[in-house]
Every structure is written in C-alpha cells, then in structure tokens.
C-alpha cells in the first residue's frame, strides 16, 4: 500500500515537472514573440523617410522612440485584409518639442491561418505640410494640414503655475468629454484612458502647457481631444484617431463628428490608414 502511494507521488510529481516544463516553454514562446512584433514596429517606425518645406526634419520630423502607448484587441478585425486579432499595436509620436507634429499608429493583425497584417495609420496636428514615406512598405502619406481646431473651453479656474496641478486640471477639464463610435451599426461608448497619450510644453507658440488625452474602446485610442493652456486660459481641440464614424460631445453638446474613413490606402489629406501583409514569427 505504501509502495503504491510512493508510486502515485511520484507520478504526479513527473506530470507536474512536465507541465511546468511545458508552461514554461510556452511563456518563454509568448515573450519572444511579444518582443518580435515590438522590435518589428520600431523598425518601421525608424523606416519612415521625412520631408517638408515648411518644417525642420530636426526636431518635427523625428520620432519620439519608444511608443506613447502599446495595447492589444483581439476582437478587433481588418476588414479589407481579411485578418482578424489585433494582437499588438503601439501609438508613436512625431516631433520631438512642443504639439506633436502627427501620431502614427502602427497594428498588427494575425488571421487563424497564420497570416501577418501591418496596418499604418496617419494623423497630422501640424498646419504645415509635411511627407511620410516608408520604401521599404511602400507607404506614402502627404499631410495637408490637420483637422485640429482649437477653441476656449471655459474652466473654474485659470491655468494653475505648478505642473502638477495643471495636470489635475486637464483631467477634470478632459471628464467633460464623452466619446461614441459606431462598429457595424452598433455604437460603443469610448473611455477616457486615465494617462495622457503625450504632455508638451512650446514657449515659441505661447503654450504653457498641453496634452492630448485618449477616448478608446476598450484599450484601442479611437479619438484624440487636445488640451492646451497658455498663461490666462484653456483650448481644446478634437482629433480622430482611427477610422470609425465618431462624434463627441463636450459638456453634452456635440463639438466634433467623423464620417467613417473607408478610403485606405489614400496618400493624402490630414488621416489615412493603409495596410499591407508582413511576415511574423
């Protein structure tokens, strides 16, 4: 009887070695290919060729290097590259000072057969004209001036002198948003992220301070609102940041609405988005 009970520990101790040793195999598959697919976006993001008459490549047309933010929908599907599982994406910033010169959002999708997806997708805040292009992926974009409007936002207060306390002040001021998208005639309510996309600061252009906060279904940033002070009083401004039809409301009154974008692989005008297939490990 002893002998069997020693027979049976030992066994499910062997099945337990075997199933870490599985688990294990399988985590360390996982975290390579998360660092894969990472190092697969920062190298396109290094690809991207600048060009401009009306700015300098340094410092508007370089890329801040790590993302803004990097987040993952498995739900979410290409249509138009028949790819289904946004297994990872990253926000990157163009321009090193001041408002951000444009966001570049880069995703990756994988199908169920395997097959990779690199979708690219443009956003200018820049009302100078500007070029992207990436010869490698042959993208292209031609950035017409931006959508971004910026108009005063009354506030309780003026723009606070610490940092630290203009940074509560936006948030509060960004709660006052509310954003909707709509997905196959189903609208989805988007959520402020809790941590602004970016934070700035220009002395050439009078801002003393400025953010632009996020509105995303679930962790997917759909719409950009800008938020910027000078030394007496508030601006804001609303942006789109994918291709769904949008509108946003400030205080419960509409401010801003986007038709859906269903032109991809456009290479002109304030947004594009296009997509091509890549090889993933």
């Known amino acids: 009887m002893r002998q069997s009970v020693k027979s049976l520990v030992a066994v499910a101790a062997l099945m337990w070695l075997q199933a870490s040793f599985a688990l294990g195999q399988e985590g360390a598959a996982r975290e390579a290919a998360v660092k894969s697919r990472m190092a697969l976006m920062q190298a396109t993001v290094a690809g991207y060729d600048f060009s401009s008459d009306e700015l300098k490549a340094d410092p508007s047309g370089t890329f801040v290097p790590k993302p803004l933010l990097r987040y993952s929908d498995a739900t979410r599907d290409l249509m138009d590259a028949k790819a289904s599982g946004l297994v990872d994406a990253g926000v990157w910033r163009l321009g090193m000072e001041g408002r951000p010169t444009a966001l570049v959002v880069l995703e990756i999708y994988l199908s169920a057969e395997g097959k990779g997806t690199l979708a690219h997708e443009f956003v200018s805040l820049s009302e100078e004209k500007f070029s992207l292009t990436h010869p490698q992926h042959s ?20 723009p606070a002198r610490s940092a630290p306390l203009r940074l509560t002040q936006m948030r509060s001021l960004a709660h006052r948003f509310t954003a909707k998208e709509t997905i196959n005639d189903n609208v989805i309510k988007c959520r402020l992220l809790p941590q602004p996309l970016t934070r700035y600061e220009s002395e050439t252009n009078g801002i ?3 953010a632009v906060f996020a509105f995303a279904n679930g962790t997917n940033p759909e719409i950009g609102v800008v938020l910027e002070a000078d030394k007496e009083s508030w601006k804001y401004g609303v942006v789109r940041l994918g291709a769904a039809k949008a509108t946003v409301d400030l205080d419960g009154r509409e401010v801003a609405s986007f038709p859906f974008f269903g032109d991809y692989g456009r290479r002109d005008g304030t947004y594009t988005s296009t997509s ?6």
Do not use: K, Y
């Open 139 to 158: 993208v292209a974009w031609e950035a017409s001036g931006t959508d971004l409007e910026l108009a005063r936002i009354t506030a309780d207060r003026p």
């Open 276 to 281: 091509h297939a890549v090889e993933l490990p």
């Open 208 to 210: 003393l301070d400025g």
